[in-house]
């Protein structure tokens, strides 16, 4: 059974309808897609898409020319069957758009540990959505969103705000706030949001999803506005303890090498939890602050707070590990599957383990654009 709900703790700073078929979209900048009916809307950005159509003259819908060719609507029932051509893969299913770029899955198994990784982050940040101090923000950036949960959210905290979550996969509810909608993007692409027009860049869990990290916080300072924030929240993939019980020859210690290892090999580094601050001050942030946390294992500590967070942590690895890892162990990694399996095996018996006091730690980093 998963852990049952709880209560934050008091003091965030002391932390040391389903998804349907709904026509697909070519939306050629951020605003336009929030000029269509958001509760059904998904657009799709591409290669094609990135130039700037400002100046182009509108068609006419009675031109001979478009007489005899494919409608709007056949090119968009295509490119909405084509991103949902899921790649099947030992079982679990992949993101079809920019195949490969990505390395979890995105299968509704893989969806409930993204809503529960959200629901940690709740009890972590004390029931906030964000740190960073904003101020009645009007345009808001979810890069990643995944299922979308934390734009939902967001949107209803912030009504007048327009919320846009960005992802390889639409896999995000079709009924949603009015002022939220979602996107089909690569955001290691070049962004289609022009310059100084967000105030709010969401970023969460994209370890192992960037080249360049320093091009993409780049990016970001371009599309904010000068006073708007970046907020970044991430983890480790290294198990670690404070009282010796996780040493070299610890299994967690090989996992952590293990997954650190993939990612070199995948080109994506997952060590951002510990390099977030440092490269956006390099980007040009200003005020940057960094909030620690700590995920627990499973539920050896004696803090209640720890301890829940430390439940719910050990459901969301035993029940995801596999997602996590699979495609990489396979693909960057060149194992068998069976061999990957049995690595799966060892930390999911690993994580039962109470007497070795290990956690993940975390940052949240945010900063703000110079005014």
């Avoid at 068998?336 to 399996?341: E, L």
Wanted: with cysteine; proline share 6%.
């Amino acid at each position: 059974m998963a852990p049952s709900d709880v209560h934050p703790a008091p003091d965030a700073q002391s932390l040391a309808s389903t998804s349907g078929d709904s026509g697909v979209q070519v939306a050629s900048d951020w605003s336009s897609a929030h000029q269509q009916n958001p509760a059904s809307a998904t657009t799709t950005h591409d290669e094609d898409d990135r130039d700037n159509f400002d100046d182009a003259e509108p068609f006419d819908d009675n031109d001979s020319a478009f007489d005899d060719g494919p409608s709007l609507e056949d090119d968009t029932f295509t490119l909405n069957s084509s991103i949902r051509a899921y790649r099947i893969e030992n079982g679990r299913s992949y993101h079809a758009y920019r195949e490969g770029a990505y390395w979890g899955p995105n299968d509704e198994k893989a969806q409930d540990i993204l809503d529960m990784a959200h629901h940690m982050y709740l009890l972590t940040l004390n029931n906030a959505l964000h740190l960073a101090p904003l101020r009645d923000p009007k345009r808001i950036l979810d890069v990643g969103t995944g299922t979308g949960i934390w734009a939902i959210d967001v949107a209803e905290q912030y009504p007048t705000a327009a919320i846009t979550g960005s992802d390889l996969s639409p896999i995000q509810p079709e009924w949603v706030p009015p002022n939220c909608v979602f996107e089909v993007d690569d955001f290691t692409q070049p962004w289609l949001y022009g310059a100084a027009v967000l105030d709010f860049v969401h970023i969460r869990e994209l370890f192992g999803s960037v080249p360049d990290w320093d091009a993409f916080f780049a990016q970001a300072h371009r599309a904010l506005k000068p006073g708007g924030w970046i907020e970044v929240v991430e983890h480790s993939v290294q198990p670690v303890s404070d009282d010796d019980t996780v040493d070299a020859d610890h299994f967690f210690t090989l996992w952590g090498n293990t997954v650190i290892e993939m990612g070199e090999r995948f080109g994506k580094s997952f060590t951002i939890w510990n390099e977030a601050k440092e490269r956006l001050e390099r980007a040009g942030f200003v005020d940057v602050v960094e909030v620690r946390y700590k995920w627990p294992m499973n539920g050896w500590s004696r803090d209640e707070r720890l301890k829940r967070i430390g439940l719910w942590n050990q459901y969301r690895l035993h029940n995801g590990v596999e997602g996590f890892m699979l495609r990489l162990l396979t693909q960057a990694g060149g194992w068998s599957v069976a061999r990957a399996q049995v690595f799966l095996a060892q930390m999911r018996a690993a994580i039962k383990d109470e007497k070795t006091h290990a956690y993940l730690p975390g940052t949240v980093v945010y900063g703000r654009k110079p005014l």
